[in-house]
């Protein structure tokens, strides 16, 4: 008992006074980072198909879109001047055009059944009250020059009676 007591006594002790050598388990460097370079090609994509209300797995297949790297691509060669390339998720689908030079040209974009924004349910149910959507469709076509437009085709029903009806992001009836 008192070679552990007198054992833990020096080891403390030279705790305290630093006689124990430190070592470090990380190999340190100057501080300096490999340089990368960040390219985003099709932001204009981005910012023109941009709907805050469309669901997150809409809003992550546009980015695909976006980030979609057409030269590193095994279909890739410089003869074409235009690549269409298809994207799917379980609601849906892209259809996107790229130019020889990767950049986005086109898209043509279909989802069914998602989540619709609150102007769009708003502006439905003031409009046609007692009504249920039973079915919608949201579409989105890009062109690079023209931007985009945005229409939502929804399936109304009441009872026995039917109607369709399309609106664009707002809410305005098309």
Not at 9 to 27: E, P, Y
Not at 28 to 49: F, Q
Not at 73 to 102: C, M, R, T, W
Not at 151 to 157: E, F, Q
């Amino acid at each position: 008992m008192k070679k552990v007591m007198l054992g833990l006594f020096v080891f403390g002790l030279t705790l305290q006074l630093g006689l124990t050598s430190q070592l470090n388990a990380q190999v340190i460097n100057d501080g300096m980072l490999p340089e990368i370079e960040v390219r985003y090609m099709n932001y204009k994509y981005l910012n023109s198909v941009g709907n805050a209300a469309a669901p997150i797995e809409v809003k992550e297949l546009e980015r695909k879109v976006a980030n979609f790297d057409i030269k590193g691509s095994e279909f890739y060669q410089d003869d074409y001047d235009f690549y269409s390339v298809n994207f799917y998720i379980p609601d849906g689908h892209i259809l996107a055009a790229y130019d020889k030079d990767g950049k986005l040209v086109r898209t043509i974009e279909k989802f069914k059944d998602i989540t619709l924004p609150k102007s769009v349910l708003n502006s439905v149910s003031k409009r046609f009250p007692g009504w249920a959507i039973y079915q919608d469709v949201y579409k989105v076509n890009y062109h690079k020059d023209k931007g985009s437009t945005h229409v939502y085709k929804m399936r109304l029903s009441n009872g026995d009676k039917k109607m369709r009806v399309k609106t664009d992001e707002n809410g305005n009836f098309i």
